[in-house]
């Protein structure tokens, strides 16, 4: 069967191990689409070709990069001619224009479509996206869930195809590895990975190192309009000497430094328009023995389940106390590290969402 993809997302290096082990069958013929690079707010996120073997990686200008409902690949049609696909993935939202677009070329050719989610709240949109999102439910013929939360959000507004909850991307375990373990320092390492925006709860984060007995380091990675604040205020409880920021990292260092950390925090917070999908650093980092504590936003609990601690978002003194136990406590890091790598290996890979991915397909096309 010839699939058509296309992602934004997938100019992350790491994420294209999936389009490997998907290749990997011998009835797929894959053709994935990327633009050359995703504007995420005022940063830039080119092209990473890591991992491009078996499958035709097609490389597209997207109008409106940047804009995450809005944008399009300008020359889809020409490439549905061109690959002829028995079958689209569509790996964006319902409602976005990029999503009716290839729906409405998809219908034209009749080709079969499969579109990716992972909104895990229900909301009314606004016009137009509420027309965008219910002529994609009403004409696709299967949708992809992150989630259980994102497949009860679609049954809620009526789409009648069938389901499969798969995360969009897992890990690759030889990446994303233990590797020897980290070098042991005099500092306890207290990391986050992710954008500095509001909902990612750093603030709480910040606010329950202070007190923490003993000798830390609070390292926050990554990029986002949050940041200056976040300098002030560590500066404010006087710990900025025992904070780093360290800036955007390319996906493919991520692993080196997960491996650098005792733990890593997802302390995220819901609004009223997000909560989180997954939480997708939790698994990076038990894919490294590295013990994880997330708050009770969303995916978080499901994601790590017996993995690691979790605590009630937007709770200071609860994520303190998390924290104090993981740094008074080595057996239990080790116990969690190893039950986090076993959880990875388990449900979380590259592998393993390719192999579920390959039965939506062949479910479709049969």
Not at 45 to 65: A, C, H, K, P
Not at 86 to 112: F, Q
Not at 193 to 209: D, P
Not at 278 to 302: H, K, Q, T, Y
Request: with cysteine; hydrophobic share 40%; net charge neutral.
């Amino acid at each position: 069967m010839r699939v058509l993809m296309f992602s934004k997302a997938l100019v992350i290096g790491a994420y294209q191990r999936k389009l490997e082990e998907l290749a990997k069958y011998e009835d797929v013929e894959l053709t994935v689409m990327v633009p050359p690079y995703w504007k995420e707010g005022e940063h830039r996120i080119g092209l990473e070709r890591r991992y491009t073997s078996g499958y035709q990686l097609v490389v597209e200008n997207m109008t409106l990069n940047g804009s995450f409902h809005l944008h399009f690949y300008p020359r889809l049609a020409e490439c549905f001619r061109n690959v002829r696909p028995h079958l689209v993935h569509i790996d964006e939202e319902p409602y976005n224009l990029a999503t009716l677009h290839a729906m409405w070329l998809a219908r034209r050719s009749g080709v079969k479509t499969v579109f990716f989610t992972w909104q895990n709240i229900y909301r009314r949109l606004p016009f137009p996206f509420n027309l965008i999102e219910r002529y994609n439910l009403n004409v696709a013929d299967c949708a992809i869930a992150g989630s259980k939360g994102a497949e009860e959000v679609l049954l809620k507004k009526e789409f009648r195809g069938p389901v499969a909850v798969i995360p969009q991307f897992g890990v690759d375990p030889e990446l994303y590895s233990p590797n020897g373990g980290r070098q042991r320092s005099s500092r306890f390492v207290i990391g986050y990975v992710g954008r500095m925006i509001e909902a990612k709860g750093l603030i709480t984060l910040i606010e329950a190192v202070v007190g923490l007995e003993g000798a830390w380091e609070l390292r926050l990675i990554g990029e986002g309009p949050l940041r200056p604040r976040l300098e002030a205020l560590t500066t404010n409880l006087g710990i900025a000497e025992q904070t780093t920021f360290v800036p955007y990292t390319p996906s493919v260092e991520i692993p080196s430094r997960l491996r650098e950390l005792d733990v890593l925090v997802l302390p995220s917070l819901t609004t009223r328009s997000w909560k989180e999908q997954f939480g997708r650093v939790l698994v990076e980092a038990m894919a490294c023995a590295v013990p994880v504590i997330g708050s009770d936003s969303g995916e978080i609990p499901n994601v790590i389940d017996d993995a690691g601690l979790v605590f009630p978002e937007g709770d200071v003194a609860a994520l303190r106390q998390r924290l104090s136990m993981l740094m008074g406590d080595e057996a239990l890091r080790l116990k969690l590290a190893d039950i986090g790598r076993e959880r990875v290996l388990a449900s979380f890979t590259q592998a393993k969402v390719a192999e579920q991915t390959y039965e939506v397909y062949r479910n479709m096309v049969s």
